[in-house]
């Protein structure tokens, strides 16, 4: 093994100082350019036409005219006084062809010493070479900017995935597969947008910095205000501020927002990640299932046009109606313990003791429990598209009891390819209930070291009366994943959380 890493370490070093000499060539090369007068740095507009994809698809109607096309140069292929090279734009690939003729010999010569990875501008008409490939054969040559680093050679590529997230412009320029993955989560974000518009939510921005630290479970980033001299947090969630819009006589409003938790990184986890949170008025947790049924069935027929698609080694069916299950029932079904055979919280605790469950302290009450069984025994079955609903109030904050099982909250997640992927509730309206939750909340981090407080003004706010609410989030990162068929979260962000070489 140890020769293997001083090969690779060789390699690498290798590698490195033959990316140091050709950036002194090509840096050579550049001051040349400016010393004759033709500074690529000086050119700020250039003349972009049209796209690879618009001359593909349009070549009948562009045969033999003339056209404008601007690009990387991804390859070249030297036949003396005649060259062809492959630039690529945003749209995909498109090959040139090259003439001393057609040119001109100064062009030519200048054009010979290029690079690839050079931004190029090229004019020319539309034909189609003997072998059938559509391209553009070139009139006149601009050289646009000049490449001062080598691309990745083909063999080599980029090798591991920590430089491709560090570096996601070349990620980018040499894996033109990436940019279609954040052309998709464009769509994604324009498709929800549409969706929630069409039904009459309005869409909001609320503030990122907060003045408390509130009682929810997530661990928030601590900046300081200097001029207030006032320790600030960045959001967790956007939930309170939309709630007290609602409060204010906004019937639906929704935020496609940046939240910021001070936690662990994992495949399914960065300290910065998208929620796509909305409230409407008016309706309950009942309501937002189904809203949210149909919007991920638009989705993913809007996004990958079919209802049925593939996720890692799964067929997930987004288009048959989805399965629902209380948490009670669900951990019935997998666990086979019934928790309303549970009569005391003891009863509940010997129950996870004898499944296994240890990690837990002994003053854990049932709803603790059941969320504990959920957790070690049903989630990680929940491939198919599920609502496991009516959590424990224990374990839902905001959430509004359910009337005729008061330790009960009517209040849901759904799970996809066994992740959580959205939260629910009917929201809870009653103050005094809300100021208790938050108590014994603000008190457990307290208990933690956390300088957490009562949202005291959100209280005001339930006090002036928030009507019959449902209102859901969901991270926009994970729905991106799976509508992508990406196994990391890191893949479907542009610039992941990195630590620093």
């Known amino acids: 093994m140890s020769d293997e890493i001083n090969n690779i370490e060789i390699d690498e070093q290798e590698i490195q100082q033959n990316v140091n000499e050709q950036r002194a060539i090509r840096l050579e090369k550049l001051h040349k350019l400016r010393e004759s007068g033709k500074d690529p740095c000086g050119i700020t507009v250039a003349e972009h036409g049209i796209s690879s994809a618009g001359i593909l698809s349009r070549f009948e109607e562009l045969e033999n005219t003339d056209v404008s096309i601007c690009g990387r140069i991804m390859t070249w292929r030297d036949m003396g006084k005649a060259n062809f090279i492959d630039i690529r734009d945003r749209e995909g690939r498109m090959q040139v062809y090259v003439k001393i003729d057609d040119v001109g010999e100064d062009t030519f010569a200048g054009f010979k010493t290029w690079d690839i990875g050079d931004i190029v501008e090229v004019k020319g008409f539309v ?31 980029l090798r591991d995935m920590d430089t491709r997230y560090r570096q996601r412009y070349l990620d980018l320029i040499v894996n033109p597969d990436v940019k279609g993955v954040f052309i998709k989560r464009s769509l994604i974000t324009a498709k929800i947008r549409e969706f929630l518009d069409k039904r009459g939510y309005l869409e909001v921005d609320t503030p990122v910095l907060h003045t408390l630290e509130i009682g929810a479970a997530a661990r928030p980033f601590i900046t300081h205000h200097n001029t207030l001299d006032l320790d600030m947090y960045l959001r967790i969630e956007t939930e309170l501020y939309l709630k007290r819009l609602i409060v204010g006589g906004f019937e639906k409003v929704y935020e496609v927002g940046r939240i910021f938790r001070n936690e662990g990184m994992s495949v399914k986890h960065n300290p910065e990640f998208t929620s796509v949170e909305l409230y409407e008025a008016y309706t309950d947790y009942n309501g937002m299932m189904d809203l949210i049924e ?36 669900a951990v019935k079904k997998y666990a086979d313990e019934d928790y309303y055979e549970w009569k005391t919280d003891a009863d509940a605790v010997k129950a996870a003791k004898n499944k296994g469950i240890e990690d837990m302290s002994p003053n854990k009450t049932k709803g603790e429990i059941l969320y504990l069984f959920f957790e070690a025994f049903v989630e990680d079955k929940l491939i198919q598209p599920t609502f496991i609903y009516d959590y424990p109030v224990e374990v839902s904050p905001l959430a509004k009891r359910k009337k005729d099982e008061p330790l009960m909250t009517e ?30 909340q603000v008190a457990e981090k307290k208990a933690q070291g956390a300088n957490a407080e009562v949202d005291e003004d959100f209280i005001t706010a339930l006090e002036y009366g928030l009507p019959p609410t449902g209102g859901l989030g969901f991270g926009l990162d994970r729905l991106v994943m799976l509508l992508t068929n990406s196994p990391s979260i890191r893949d479907v962000l542009l610039f992941p959380t990195m630590k620093p070489n």
């Open 411 to 440: 209040r849901f997640e759904f799970f996809i390819y066994a992740r959580e992927m959205g939260n629910a509730f009917s929201e809870l309206n009653d103050a005094e209930d809300q100021r208790a939750r938050f108590e014994r």
């Open 294 to 329: 149909e919007l991920f069935r638009f989705l993913t027929l809007e996004v990958c046009g079919t209802g049925k698609i593939t996720y890692q080694d799964a067929e997930i069916d987004m288009e048959s109606p989805w399965g629902r299950l209380t948490m009670a029932e």
């Open 127 to 157: 034909f189609k070479t003997r072998r059938g490939e559509i391209s553009v054969h070139a009139k006149s040559l601009r050289l646009l900017t000049k490449s001062l680093l080598p691309l990745p050679e083909k063999f080599h590529g």
